[in-house]
């Protein structure tokens, strides 16, 4: 079994902060995020959502966990 690269997931330092790499995971994960969000709406998908907030909320933490399995390699 490969080992992951996980030279991805050491800490960044921006301005004299450092800062996770999840927080940069997360503010990618925005924009395919955005892309779904106005698909759904456009084509009125979201009627068959019944809680369209918390539907919300689990899209946007699929499309991070998304990226971070995919950006690491980790599906490999």
């Given at each position: 079994?490969?080992?992951?690269?996980?030279a991805?997931f050491?800490?960044?330092?921006f301005?004299?902060?450092?800062?996770s790499?999840?927080?940069l995971?997360?503010?990618?994960?925005?924009i395919?995020?955005?892309?779904?969000?106005?698909l759904l709406?456009?084509?009125?998908l979201y009627?068959f959502?019944?809680h369209?907030?918390?539907?919300?909320?689990?899209?946007?933490?699929?499309?991070?966990?998304?990226?971070?399995?995919?950006?690491?390699?980790?599906?490999?």
């Amino acid at each position: 079994m490969p080992v992951p690269n996980l030279a991805l997931f050491h800490p960044l330092e921006f301005v004299g902060f450092y800062v996770s790499p999840l927080v940069l995971w997360a503010a990618v994960a925005i924009i395919p995020y955005t892309l779904v969000h106005l698909l759904l709406s456009r084509f009125n998908l979201y009627r068959f959502v019944w809680h369209r907030s918390l539907f919300n909320l689990g899209l946007y933490v699929l499309m991070v966990g998304a990226l971070v399995a995919f950006g690491t390699g980790i599906w490999l």
